[in-house]
T-cell receptor, first 114, second 111 residues
Framework: GAGVSQSPSNKVTEKGKDVELRCDPI?????LYWYRQSLGQGLEFLIY????????KSGLPSDRFSAERTGGSVSTLTIQRTQQEDSAVYLC????????????FGEGSRLTVL | GQQLNQSPQSMFIQEGEDVSMNCTSS?????WLWYKQEPGEGPVLLIA?????ELTSNGRLTAQFGITRKDSFLNISASIPSDVGIYFC???????????FGTGTRLTVIP
C-alpha cells in the first residue's frame, strides 16, 4: 500500500483479555519495527523484524508480549492477559533494508485496558 | 541502555519566532533523525543526518549532527501555526537495528 497501515486504530479491552494488533508495512519494505508510546512519553522500542525473522526482541517488556511476521509483509503484535499498564499507542514502522534510519510510521493502534 | 535527553520538554512561542531544541545521548550514534508527530498520527521524518558535523536544511528547518556524535539540534525559523506538534529526536548506534527516541519537545505556536 501507499503507507503503513495499522488496525485496529482503537481497541478497548478488559484486563486479562488477549489482544492482537496488526501492521501492514509499505510494499517492498523488508524491515518492520514495533514501538510503544505511553501518554506524554517518547517511543519505546519493542521488536524489529528483518524479513520474517526477529533478530532483536530486546524491547518486549514481558513474556506476555509476542510478535510474528509472515510472508515478509504483515506483522501481528499479540499481548496476552493484558494489564492496565499496557495501555498505550502501539506504533508500527517499516523501511527499506538498505540505508539506515528512515522509518515510515503508521498512525498507531491506541490500546486501552480497563 | 542508551538514554536520549531532549530539551526543552515544551515551548510556547509567538508566530514568527525562531525555535531551537536539542538532544544529547549517553553514547555515540551514527545516525541522528528528527521526527514530528501531530495528534492521532504517527511520527513523520523531517531530517536525517548521517555524518558527524553534518548540517542539513529542509525548508525552514535546520538540523546538525554534533561532532562528538552524542548530540544534535533542530532549529525552526520563522515559526508558523502549522509547526505545532511534538518533535522527537532519534538516534541509531553503529551495528544496532533500532532507533532510540527522545522524550519529545511539545511546540505550541501562538498566532
Amino acid at each position: 500500500g501507499a503507507g503503513v497501515s495499522q488496525s485496529p486504530s482503537n481497541k478497548v479491552t478488559e484486563k486479562g483479555k488477549d489482544v492482537e494488533l496488526r501492521c501492514d508495512p509499505i510494499s517492498g519494505h523488508t524491515a518492520l519495527y514495533w514501538y510503544r508510546q505511553s501518554l506524554g512519553q517518547g517511543l519505546e522500542f519493542l521488536i524489529y523484524f528483518q524479513g520474517n525473522s526477529a533478530p532483536d526482541k530486546s524491547g518486549l517488556p514481558s513474556d506476555r508480549f509476542s510478535a510474528e511476521r509472515t510472508g515478509g509483509s504483515v506483522s501481528t503484535l499479540t499481548i496476552q492477559r493484558t494489564q492496565q499498564e499496557d495501555s498505550a499507542v502501539y506504533l508500527c514502522a517499516s523501511k527499506w533494508g538498505g540505508r539506515d534510519g528512515e522509518l515510515f510510521f503508521g498512525e498507531g493502534s491506541r490500546l486501552t485496558v480497563l | 541502555g542508551q538514554q536520549l535527553n531532549q530539551s526543552p520538554q515544551s515551548m510556547f512561542i509567538q508566530e514568527g519566532e525562531d525555535v531551537s531544541m536539542n538532544c544529547t545521548s549517553s553514547s555515540i550514534f551514527n545516525t541522528w533523525l528528527w521526527y514530528k508527530q501531530e495528534p492521532g498520527e504517527g511520527p513523520v521524518l523531517l531530517i536525517a543526518l548521517y555524518k558527524a558535523g553534518e548540517l542539513t536544511s529542509n525548508g525552514r528547518l535546520t538540523a546538525q549532527f554534533g561532532i562528538t556524535r552524542k548530540d544534535s539540534f533542530l532549529n525552526i525559523s520563522a515559526s508558523i501555526p502549522s509547526d505545532v506538534g511534538i518533535y522527537f529526536c532519534a538516534g541509531r548506534a553503529a551495528g544496532a537495528n533500532n532507533l532510540f527516541f527522545g522524550t519529545g519537545t511539545r511546540l505550541t505556536v501562538i498566532p
